[in-house]
């Protein structure tokens, strides 16, 4: 990730960047995960433990299974559903490797966030940041930057709650420690948080889980049960590709929230290498990619051929094409290329 435009930062000049008491708004990336929106809510409980009004703002808003998360933070996190007098003097985005994962908000906001903080390895940035490709989660980078808050006094102490927070984007990013992306560094920083909260009791690490992994609501397993009808393959197996187009999802009243799980179909299938799930939002020609990858393929590249971007072992993009069979086709046909075919 790199661009003579925008400076990289270290962790150090990022907490330098950050402003004490000033209305301050956090933008994570549309259909936020655990990582994105725990991530976010973490640096607004930061931001306020500097005097800070703090909100978060989305292009989309908090999927039910995830508003254990928010809990009285906030009631919406839509941009429209900022409070009218709020002007915010710093804008940081988490999680969010290019412009066109803020989604409409990118227009909104463009040229105004004063930092980005975000662990993707490919993107197009977009301001200032601080990135490390190296960190499994964003969480474990706000983990970091809390702990180096308290020890320079800027914060007395972790603010009450964040713990739960950064346990959830952590264990998200990497499928509750079991992805490729998991480090020592991963361990360690979990177990640092666990070790919190024993002490003070703040979460359930085991009911986390349960919620991000373990509960599906009724319509998220009816569109499972779809996706296997709308499974492609490709290169004799190894690519499986899901498409869910908007007639689909309308006729049967699923909303994105739940589609989050359509590329593990493909991805759980024996000889797939490179799964991808294709959904559209609504009956405008455009199409949101999630893309995994258990070979060579990196499919952070793929994606931001694409102009999106992610990490090696997966990634997410967006395509303005036709019709649906255009964009598998697309997809299909880039992905054969990453493999050399």
């Excluded at 480090?183 to 359930?204: K, M, Q, W």
């Excluded at 397993?221 to 779809?226: G, Q």
Aim: glycine fraction near 8%; charge should be negative; charged fraction near 25%.
């Amino acid at each position: 990730m790199s661009d003579s435009t925008f400076a990289r930062l270290s962790r150090d000049e990022a907490i330098a960047r950050i402003k004490r008491g000033v209305d301050s708004l956090v933008v994570c990336h549309v259909r936020p995960d655990a990582d994105a929106l725990g991530s976010a809510l973490a640096v607004c409980l930061l931001l306020r433990a500097m005097d800070c009004r703090a909100l978060c703002a989305c292009g989309d808003e908090v999927p039910e299974r995830l508003r254990f998360l928010v809990g009285d933070m906030q009631e919406s996190i839509l941009a429209e559903n900022l409070p009218a007098d709020f002007a915010p003097a710093q804008i940081i985005t988490v999680d969010t490797a290019s412009p066109s994962q803020m989604g409409d908000l990118y227009e909104k906001y463009r040229g105004a966030v004063t930092l980005m903080i975000d662990h993707h390895g490919k993107g197009t940035p977009y301001a200032d940041g601080w990135v490390r490709p190296d960190a499994a989660a964003t969480g474990e980078m706000i983990y970091d930057l809390a702990c180096a808050m308290v020890d320079r006094g800027i914060i007395p102490a972790l603010p009450d709650g964040i713990e739960r927070l950064l346990y959830a984007a952590i264990s998200s990013d990497t499928g509750c420690f079991r992805y490729s992306n998991v480090t020592p560094e991963t361990h360690r920083c979990a177990a640092e948080i666990l070790e919190l909260s024993h002490r003070n009791g703040s979460f359930d690490p085991a009911d986390v889980n349960h919620r991000l992994f373990e509960v599906k609501s009724p319509k998220l397993l009816l569109a499972e049960k779809l996706a296997f009808d709308r499974l492609h393959l490709f290169a004799d197996g190894r690519i499986g590709i899901v498409d869910f187009p908007f007639s689909v999802k309308s006729a049967h009243g699923l909303s994105d929230e739940h589609l989050e799980t359509l590329v593990d179909i493909p991805r759980g299938m024996e000889g797939v290498q490179v799964a991808a799930a294709i959904r559209q939002p609504s009956d405008e020609p455009v199409f949101r990619v999630s893309m995994r990858s258990s070979c060579h393929v990196d499919v952070s590249a793929v994606c931001a051929t694409f102009g999106g971007g992610g990490h090696v072992r997966a990634a997410g993009c967006s395509l303005r094409v036709p019709t649906m069979e255009d964009a598998v086709n697309a997809v299909a046909e880039a992905i054969l290329r990453a493999m050399g075919e």
